[in-house]
């Protein structure tokens, strides 16, 4: 049997510990639970006890979240953190305190304030390898982005969003107007005519897809320097914006709104990040992942799992929760191989991105012969009772592929 998972909530509010320590009494048979009611409490308690999850308020007299949290990550970098906040500024709190593992919002629904706990330890328990973790400890902040991308990112979120500003700005940096521009001609959008001009380009894409597409290249950019037979930098870059492309039309099929067709981009923009750290970081273990997976006709995350006990999926979901990517974009790149391990019977980010992950493999869209032995999950589909979608689904990503022809 394994052992109780130890959890430490801290929030100085004494009513909103004993719901907490109510609504969740079902669970003391998994969960070893420990409650502070401030954080020089919780300081006392982690010098005598280490925990699997901390989750704390964020507002607290004294020694404060962000102090609290910031020394949990200094001294026991893999307890899973987790802030909890009635700050609505929620970019401005994760840049202040550092990467947390999520964040949510207060008052915090106590199905949701369970599901994470649960989905985060699932997270950290699939990292077995002592090597994996040691790595993975390394990159515990994301890289900073270059003085072009930020400005960028900042007058996106400027609720008076100017285009000029944006064009002036893409301008600039003539390594991100290139990579725009080829983007947008790559066929992704089925454009009948090529485009030259940015302001064009960055309509084509919306300020989100654009948002998502620096982001993305840049922490792709950042593992850069992959000298590795059987695996592309490139075209992983090309089969992961094909992804993201592919599932906001699938779900755009599915007349979702703009925020889930918008995490269909981001997932699928990164559901193979986990295959560019471990190639990085770990280059002759990965060269043998790649072998078994040639020799034995595997799809690739079995060969991960084989020789690494985890996977690019499960490794690409934890680095983007340590990095604060909401929930759904990271269960949906650490489930896109595992969809049987979601909670959700519906259709979701992750549907759509498991279906274009498998069409742009079949399609052969970059070709990688490492991934050629993907297959589908059909009693995954089944049980949503969405197979009969599946032939439509691919016409509507093939017609792409017949357009870029």
Known sequence: MCSKKKILFVDDE??????IHRSLHSMREQWDMRFADSGEEALKILKKEHFNVIISDMSMPGIGGKRLLEYIRNKHPQTIRIAISGDTSKDVLLRSIGPVHQFLPKPCDIGILKYTIKRTCAIQDSLVDKKLREVLSELD??????????????ELEDEQVSLHKITEIVR??????VKILQFVNS?????????YEISRAITLLGFD?????VIAAKIFTYFDQIELEGFSLNRTWDHCLN???????????????????GNCIIAGMMHDLGKVVLARKLPNEYGRIITLSSRQRIPIFLAEREILGTTHAEVGGYLLGLWGFSSAIVET???HHFPADGTKQEFTE??????????SHEFNLPYNHTDEYEYLDLEYLNKLGLAEKVPLWHEVCQSRTEVRD
């Open 187 to 195: 066929a992704y959008f089925g454009l009948p005519h090529p485009v």
């Open 209 to 213: 897809t654009l948002k998502t597409f």
């Open 243 to 261: 992804v993201g492309e592919w599932a906001k039309l699938i779900a755009q099929q599915e007349n979702f709104d703009k925020t889930t067709l």
């Open 350 to 359: 992750l549907t759509a991105v498991i279906m274009a992950n498998k069409f």
């Open 172 to 177: 600039q940096d003539m390594a991100m107007s």
């Open 14 to 19: 004494p009513k909103v510990l004993a719901g």
């Open 333 to 335: 790149v650490a489930l």
């Open 141 to 154: 902040v994301l890289p900073s982005l270059p003085s072009s991308c930020t400005d960028l990112i900042q």
